[in-house]
């Protein structure tokens, strides 16, 4: 059963930086297309970043423009948000997602990591 694992969530000050990295594990598996999503408390989640593995094609949630980067390494099966310049309103829980169907919103994915926790304080 392929599963995703999200690290890198921490606490930093605004203006700060992390990265976030999430690998498959399982069955040898060649998504289509990765994907960061994420929750704020009392929120929905909404998407953050997509990526396609094939043609490395991206999507930005446009808050994020600028500030984050996603980037897949097809070796490693594994992709990356980097990201810069945080600000308070980007506290959440972040998920990482992969396979999408047809679209890149949130039940397009087929395949979703536990979470990370990214707390920015101001």
């Known amino acids: 059963q392929v599963q995703l694992k999200e690290l890198g969530g921490d606490s930093v000050q605004a203006g700060g930086s992390l990265r976030l990295s999430c690998a498959s594990s399982?069955?040898?598996?060649?998504?289509?297309?990765m994907g960061w999503f994420r929750q704020a408390p009392g929120k929905g989640r909404e998407g953050v970043a997509v990526?396609?593995?094939?043609?490395?094609?991206?999507w930005y949630e446009d808050s994020v423009k600028g500030r984050f980067t996603i980037s897949y390494d097809n070796a490693k099966n594994t992709v990356y948000l980097q990201m810069n310049s945080l600000k308070a309103e980007d506290t959440a829980m972040y998920y990482c997602?992969?396979?999408?169907?047809?679209?890149?919103?949130?039940?397009?994915?087929?395949?979703w990591g536990q979470g990370t926790q990214v707390t920015v304080s101001s």
């Open positions: 997602a992969a396979e999408c169907d047809h679209g890149i919103t949130e039940p397009d994915f087929g395949y």
């Open positions: 399982g069955p040898t598996y060649s998504f289509n297309c």
């Open positions: 990526i396609f593995t094939s043609g490395g094609s991206t």
